[in-house]
T-cell receptor, first 112, second 111 residues
Framework: EADIYQTPRYLVIGTGKKITLECSQT?????MYWYQQDPGMELHLIHY???????EKGDLSSESTVSRIRTEHFPLTLESARPSHTSQYLC???????????FGPGTRLTVL | DAKTTQPPSMDCAEGRAANLPCNHS???????VYWYRQIHSQGPQYIIH???NNETNEMASLIITEDRKSSTLILPHATLRDTAVYYC????????????FGKGTRLSVIA
């Protein structure tokens, strides 16, 4: 079992609020990722990081931002939530030795 | 990374083998074939990967054709809990690029 955690699991929030989705892993992995997935649709990569102080934008343009100050922590922030941000957000990490990505349980975000 | 083509959906009877095909005709020599699955709306789960030899683990077997242009994931005795979307992904092993997921195959295991 992979040790990667996401909080909150579910969030319902009003338009205009600032939110931060938390993602933590205890495996010491350098590489971390954020994916966005609408119900029944494909996963889209929105952000990734190769290590501390490294952040890159993914294939899908996103109004969210990320930071990587510590190896184990990769939070995603929306400065002003809108209904179009309603989706599931999945965090993942990958180590060096075994090239597999481990996913967290996801955060299901609803913006009213 | 090379593109992959998978059927959008498949059915399989419970207890029978599920054979999920994947075409990757533009695969290059240093690219591996990875399989992940996503059960309902959980995070995707790694199943297996291989370069050119057939691979087997406790979850599944991976058969890669000799020319490496296609592969088949085999779940030997499918159960209802194997109902999921299965993704075939081709990428360079230990590369820096993240996994890019396509539409996958929605496998329904029927009692």
């Amino acid at each position: 079992e992979a040790d990667i955690y996401q909080t909150p699991r579910y969030l319902v929030i009003g338009t205009g609020k600032k939110i931060t989705l938390e993602c933590s892993q205890t495996m010491g992995h350098d590489k971390m990722y954020w994916y966005q997935q609408d119900p029944g649709m494909e996963l889209h990569l929105i952000h990734y990081s190769y290590g501390v102080n490294s952040t890159e934008k993914g294939d899908l343009s996103s109004e969210s931002t990320v930071s990587r100050i510590r190896t184990e922590h990769f939070p995603l922030t929306l400065e002003s939530a809108r209904p179009s941000h309603t989706s599931q957000y999945l965090c993942a990490s990958r180590g060096q030795v075994v090239d597999t990505q481990y996913f967290g349980p996801g955060t299901r975000l609803t913006v009213l | 990374d090379a593109k992959t083509t998978q059927p959008p959906s498949m059915d399989c009877a419970e207890g029978r083998a599920a054979n999920l095909p994947c075409n990757h005709s533009t695969i290059s020599g240093n690219e591996y074939v990875y399989w992940y699955r996503q059960i309902h709306s959980q995070g995707p789960q790694y199943i297996i990967h291989g370069l050119k030899n057939n691979e087997t683990n406790e979850m599944a077997s991976l058969i890669i054709t000799e020319d490496r242009k296609s592969s088949t994931l085999i779940l030997p005795h499918a159960t209802l809990r194997d109902t999921a979307v299965y993704y075939c992904i081709v990428r360079v092993d230990s590369g820096n690029t993240p996994l890019v997921f396509g539409k996958g195959t929605r496998l329904s295991v029927i009692a």
